[in-house]
Nanobody
């Protein structure tokens, strides 16, 4: 089992940037890692994911060109760099880990979840 702890959320004006971090309690290179988000009254949605080695990344269409996922396996940490933030990016952002080798974009495929970090973008 792995514990995930997100950090880096906060309040930012539209057009600004934030970098989220997700620290894993054990070797993160054993897991595919993903970021999801959930706004009030909506379902949790895929944001970005990265393969075990970091060689492959995937992003939702809504964040392509603005958000970048990366990982540092030496530090057991995954990052989500968020630029050009919009009010519609406001949500709780969750880090997730998947034991398999294939990168998935659906919540059901992920085995472990962090507690989430709030991101609020003001207009």
């Amino acid at each position: 089992q792995v514990q995930l702890v997100e950090s880096g959320g906060g309040l930012v004006q539209a057009g600004g940037s934030l970098r989220l971090s997700c620290a894993a309690s054990r070797t993160s290179s054993s897991y595919v890692m993903g970021w999801f988000r959930q706004a009030p009254g909506t379902e949790r949605e895929f944001v970005a994911a990265i393969s075990r080695s970091g060689g492959r990344t995937y992003s939702a269409d809504s964040v392509k060109g603005r958000f970048t996922i990366a990982r540092d396996n030496a530090k057991n940490t995954v990052y989500l760099q968020m630029n050009s933030l919009k009010p519609e990016d406001t949500a709780v952002y969750y880090c997730a880990a998947e034991r398999g080798n294939v990168v998935h974009t659906t919540t059901l495929r992920y085995d472990y979840w962090g507690q989430g970090t709030q991101v609020t973008v003001s207009s």
